[in-house]
Antibody, heavy 115, light 107 residues
Framework: EVQLVESGGGLIQPGGSLRLSCAASGLSVMTNYMTWVRQAPGKGLEWVSVIYAGGSTNYADSVTGRFTISRDYSKNTVDLQMKSLRDEDTAMYYC?????????WGQGTLVTVSS | DIQMTQSPSSLSASVGDRVTITCRASQNIGRYLNWFQQKPGKAPKLLIYTTSSLQIGVPSRFSGSGSETDFTLTISSLQREDIATYYCQQNNSTPYIFGQGTKLEIK
């Protein structure tokens, strides 16, 4: 069974940085695509970033140049480094992957950007 | 970027009703269309992938159809536990945009 557990969320001031982590079990982050999806309070789902098995990455326009996705083989984790955070980055951040497209999701970690 | 437009944005139906939600892509995405269900306070759950493939464990009253730019999620007989918000998402090309969601309520 695939399990994904996010961590690293919290309250951060605008302009600050935060690093989210997603710990995977039941699949390897090195041989599967791994994605981040976020959801602002009361809003819909927004795809944020993906890292593919081959290591290539893609980002939503709204985070390009500010967010970086990476993975750690030894820990079997995928991270999302977030810089220059803005109020509009406030959201629940989900890690998702799976044997079929986004069939497994974590419980999410909440990021609040506020002064 | 490909835009995804869902309709309706909200829907009220009775238990036992047949419910249809549509999703339109701004350009041809082949069959790279997926459907998710999200209940309040919970992570999304994959229902249908690649237009019409039912995810393991999802009841057979859920089905999907379509191709290219027009897609449909159908619930053949609405149950109370189906009350949720439903999202389509294309994974033909990045960014993997979601539709804006359809909130389904019981009449």
């Amino acid at each position: 069974e695939v399990q994904l557990v996010e961590s690293g969320g919290g309250l951060i001031q605008p302009g600050g940085s935060l690093r989210l982590s997603c710990a995977a079990s039941g699949l390897s982050v090195m041989t599967n695509y791994m994605t981040w999806v976020r959801q602002a309070p009361g809003k819909g789902l927004e795809w944020v970033s993906v890292i593919y098995a081959g290591g290539s990455t893609n980002y939503a326009d709204s985070v390009t140049g500010r967010f970086t996705i990476s993975r750690d083989y030894s820990k079997n984790t995928v991270d999302l480094q977030m810089k220059s955070l803005r109020d509009e980055d406030t959201a629940m951040y989900y890690c998702a992957s799976g044997k079929t497209w986004l069939s497994s999701w974590g419980q999410g970690t909440l990021v609040t950007v506020s002064s | 970027d490909i835009q995804m437009t869902q309709s309706p944005s909200s829907l009220s139906a009775s238990v036992g009703d047949r419910v249809t939600i549509t999703c339109r892509a701004s350009q041809n995405i082949g069959r790279y269309l997926n459907w998710f269900q999200q209940k309040p306070g919970k992570a999304p759950k994959l229902l249908i992938y690649t237009t019409s493939s039912l995810q393991i464990g999802v009841p057979s009253r859920f089905s999907g159809s379509g191709s290219e730019t027009d897609f449909t999620l159908t619930i053949s007989s609405l149950q109370r536990e189906d009350i949720a918000t439903y999202y389509c998402q294309q994974n033909n090309s990045t960014p993997y945009i979601f539709g804006q969601g359809t909130k389904l309520e019981i009449k």
